[in-house]
């Protein structure tokens, strides 16, 4: 199945270099005309130069996706030079590592309000017009440190989880006007993880391996509400799952103490189901209590 993205409008944020300028390029490549956003202009400036030289259409675009109304004017000036936005790749992002007890404050916030609030910003912008149009492509860049936590990134994975969240529910509101929201956790050699991983390792992790899969989630036939991790060429796919569980004995102090104790039971992964939205867990809830009652 060719991906062809022509006639398509694309904006990635963070995009002056590492994954979001692969990103870019391979955007480019399948058609789309791509607005490079970095905080950095130059770097911005040179890979959309890269997409033109190699025939593509493209517009570098300065500004901090923490700035609402700077979010609001790169849109404007998307489709005023670009066309209508179609798609969004939210990968602006920040390091600022420590451990908990170590980490001020501040950096928790700036971290998440770059991450989260970046993306939250982003997405606002072209989702009016996106739902109008009845088409949408919405992908954020979150990570194996808030899927399944990395020691030092207790900021970073906050941020990154609560994109999931963002993720679960965007895609629900946006199905019936086709805008499909995904979510990608790259393993990637960039600037932000040079000097975290062994050199060899490091080689092999070119951005550019992770590209691929994010083209598949903003391709007219991609999935929604999914969540995509790639790395080294190598893609997987990440699930919120609810186990099958248990019914508690008894009430109060008892079924907390009952609870405890058959942890192991509620733990066991067989059957686990992969709910279609967030009142399932109540709707799967009462139904086992009620067939546990014989009713």
């Known amino acids: 199945m060719a991906i062809d993205l022509s006639g398509r409008t694309a904006i990635v944020t963070g995009a002056g ?18 607005l490079v956003n970095d905080m950095n202009g130059e770097a911005a400036e040179a890979v959309a130069a890269e997409i033109v030289a190699a025939g593509g259409k493209a517009l570098a675009h300065a500004c901090s996706v ?25 990968n602006a992002g920040i390091l600022r590592d420590k451990s908990f007890a170590k980490m001020e404050l501040d950096d928790f916030r700036l971290v998440v309000e770059v991450h989260l609030m970046g993306s939250v910003h982003c997405a606002k912008a072209v989702w009016d017009g996106m739902r109008e149009r009845g088409f ?7 990570s194996s440190s808030g899927l399944y936590g990395n020691f030092g990134q207790s900021n970073y994975g906050a941020a ?10 965007l895609s629900l509101e946006g199905a019936k006007s086709n805008v499909r929201v995904n979510c990608l956790a790259p393993t990637a050699a960039t600037g932000m993880t040079e000097g975290l991983l062994p050199a060899p390792i490091f080689e092999k992790l070119g951005p550019e391996k992770v590209s691929p899969a994010l083209l598949a989630l903003v391709a007219d036939e991609a999935p929604t509400r999914t969540i995509l991790a ?13 186990t099958r569980g248990i ?16 942890m192991a039971e509620i733990a066991d992964r067989a059957d686990e189901t992969v709910p279609a939205q967030g009142s399932d867990q109540g709707q799967l809830e009462l139904a086992k209590v009620m067939r546990a009652e014989g009713r």
Do not use: C, N, W
């Not at 949408?136 to 979150?142: A, Y």
């Open 230 to 242: 790639a790395g080294a060429g190598a893609v997987e796919q990440a699930h919120v799952t609810l």
């Open 160 to 169: 990154k989880m609560a994109l999931v969240g963002l993720m679960q529910t």
């Open 17 to 34: 270099a590492g994954l979001g300028r692969a990103h870019a390029l391979l955007l480019a490549e399948a058609g789309a005309a791509v």
């Open 136 to 142: 949408g492509r919405i992908v954020f860049t979150t």
């Open 247 to 262: 019914v508690a004995a008894s009430d109060g102090i008892a079924a907390g103490a009952d609870i405890l104790a058959r």
């Open 66 to 90: 923490t700035d609402y109304p700077a979010v609001q004017a790169m849109v404007a000036r998307a489709e005023a030079e670009l066309g209508p936005v179609d798609i969004l790749v939210a």
